[in-house]
């Protein structure tokens, strides 16, 4: 994932760029870039690899270079952006976060329209903010550009954008990825997380819908663009990747995922000694668990939260289950002898889920039985840079149904496993229970999942665990 902040202000806005990006770290990947106009006009850019170190500390030094009333700042999955950009619609910096399927395809037929080269790329990939400033480019105005290159991305892409004295923020044309406005005297930000919000004194104004267009300067936000009628807002930042003071839709993370524990807690009776959360996400669905069910919450496991990132960052499957494990450090105190139960977010590979578990029984659990606040994922996201994954069958659910079924299985009988209480389904759910060695294992319903987070099943994206997204299909 990847997130965005910007402001339009009155005065000089450096520090609210600065934190309100700071803000964003949570999503945990490799890149953090600034970029401001100073008083002259000037555009001021600064990137960073922060794979190893936060955003801020990165930053520190840069902070006497940047001046102006108005920046943007992003944490972005691996591509450099900002990209500050000089073009026949004047020089603008952007950034955008999202995925874009077809950029091969777009980059073929750009090249075909006489366009000379892209400058930026990783890996040898293009950077996809910089085909995206291309696409707009082919437009006669900053709006029309930026609608025009969502029409031609598949996957997603919600876009900031920068001049010298104004930004535009557009929300993906399906609302994959949420956009935020917020306001104080004499400014305007906008944002991908709520939690930038409070302490920077801005107050929540509304949320873009999706391919919704907006200019913003320091007095006014103004719309360019209505929103569209289908949305399909990724159900993760709910379960997974949102902050739990943030809110999406005005449904607050935390609240959402105590209610889905409590939902999961009340479709059982356990004899067990303690709930526990995996940290950081799994613990509110465990709180919201425990509390249902008056078994007590502890914590088995602390998080050394000073100097590791979030374990799904790394590229390398190797270094990935190394910092999950360093980052979980065991109190053996409360595993030895006791039947522990365990929420978690989700289960993705599996893999550092099985060394964890392992790890419990090396201290002396009695039974380790695990509850994932959603259902089986058996599908890898099209839309969103949500797994490292580069294969289907790196999921846990896959390789289950590939020993059941064998290599080639037809998209029918894949859903044939995405239905809970079925004869398949249970023996999905036992082949990942055996091959994690939990004593139990069971996965949130999707229908009971939408309920607990409160949000329109219309508006919410869930093609992970059902194979099928409306948006996608037409």
């Not at 930026?120 to 930026?146: C, Q």
Request: proline share 4%; net charge negative; glycine share 8%.
């Amino acid at each position: 994932m990847s997130g965005f902040f910007g402001v339009a202000s009155t005065r000089d806005c450096v520090s609210e760029v600065f934190y309100g990006t700071d803000y964003h770290s949570h999503l945990g990947t490799r890149r953090g870039g600034m970029a401001m106009v100073d008083p002259e006009g000037t555009f001021i850019r600064r990137i960073h690899d922060i794979t190893n170190a936060q955003f801020r500390s990165k930053f520190d030094e840069d902070f006497d270079d940047f001046h102006g009333n108005i920046g943007i700042g992003v944490i972005s999955d691996g591509e450099d952006q900002p990209l500050v950009i000089s073009s026949r619609l004047g020089t603008f910096a952007i950034m955008t976060v999202g995925k874009i399927n077809n950029i091969d395809e777009l980059a073929k037929e750009i090249f075909t329209g006489s366009y000379s080269h892209f400058a930026e790329m990783n890996d040898g990939v293009f950077n996809p903010t910089e085909l995206t400033a291309a696409l707009i480019n082919r437009a006669n105005s900053f709006v029309e550009g930026i609608e025009y290159a969502q029409s031609r991305i598949e996957g997603s892409c919600s876009i900031l954008l920068m001049t010298r004295d104004r930004l535009y923020a557009a929300r993906d044309r399906y609302g994959r990825t949420p956009v935020i406005l917020g306001s104080k005297e004499g400014a305007h930000a906008v944002t991908m997380e709520t939690t930038a919000f409070p302490n920077l004194d801005f107050q929540y104004k509304c949320d873009l819908g999706p391919g919704e267009i907006v200019e913003i300067t320091s007095d006014k936000v103004v719309q360019k663009k209505a929103p569209g009628e289908k949305c399909a807002l990724c159900t993760f930042f709910w379960v997974y990747y949102g902050y739990p003071s943030s809110s999406y839709d005005q449904i607050n993370t935390e609240s959402a995922r105590y209610r889905n524990g409590a939902s999961m807690a009340s479709q059982e009776k356990m004899d067990i000694d303690t709930i526990g959360g995996i940290p950081d996400s799994g613990v509110a669905h465990a709180i919201g668990y425990a509390n249902a069910s008056g078994i007590p919450y502890q914590r088995a496991f602390v998080k050394y939260t000073p100097t590791w990132p979030r374990s799904f960052m790394p590229q390398n499957q190797t270094v990935r289950d190394l910092v999950a494990k360093m980052k979980l450090i065991p109190v053996e105190e409360q595993i030895r002898d006791k039947k522990l139960l365990f929420c978690d977010d989700s289960i993705v590979r599996g893999t550092q889920l099985r060394d964890t578990v392992k790890r419990l029984y090396s201290f002396g659990a009695k039974e380790v039985h695990m509850r994932s606040a959603c259902p089986p994922l058996i599908w890898g996201c099209k839309f969103l840079n949500f797994s490292r994954s580069r294969s289907e069958l790196a999921l846990a659910a896959r390789r289950a149904i590939e020993k059941l079924e064998g290599p080639e299985c037809s998209e029918e009988t894949f859903q044939k496993y995405t239905v809970p209480g079925s004869e398949k389904y249970a023996k999905m759910v036992e082949i990942i229970r055996n091959d994690l060695h939990l004593t139990t294992l069971k996965f949130q319903q999707l229908e009971k999942l939408i309920a607990s987070i409160g949000v329109k099943p219309d508006r919410i994206c869930t093609y992970c665990w059902t194979g099928k997204d409306p948006s996608f299909e037409d």
